[in-house]
């Protein structure tokens, strides 16, 4: 047990997810996971945000009219619905080339040194 560690802290985790938790193909999945999650969430966002604001500020521009009565503010609005089914069909692309192989990698490590 290590020191200022309580005996009920150090048996939440198994052995050997502490092992794993610590190699490089773990760090790296981590590394990985991030460099997708992190842009694409404070992409989502700024894009949610400039809606946001548009349309608080910028009401002449949002009620153009574009086509019949649909404006402006309506085209963003229906394009939120399109970013989201587009940052989850690229989050699957990429979790299945890039995560999906090293957890996989993974969960075989942990499997077998749960065994041992």
Do not use: C
Request: aromatic share 14%; proline share 3%.
């Amino acid at each position: 047990m290590t020191q200022g560690m309580s005996r009920a802290q150090s048996e939440v985790n198994d052995p050997a997810y502490d092992r794993l938790a610590a190699s490089a193909d773990f760090i790296e999945l981590r590394k990985r996971y991030r460099s997708f999650v992190f842009p694409a969430t404070v992409a989502f966002l700024a894009w949610y945000l400039l809606y946001v604001v548009l349309s608080n500020w910028a009401h002449d521009f949002m009620s153009t009219k574009v086509v019949g009565n649909v404006n402006i503010a309506l085209v963003i609005g229906l394009l939120q619905f399109v970013t989201t089914f587009v940052l989850a069909w690229m989050y699957s692309r990429y979790s299945t080339a890039k995560l999906d192989p090293l957890a996989q990698k993974l969960e075989a490590e942990y499997v077998a040194g749960k065994d041992a």
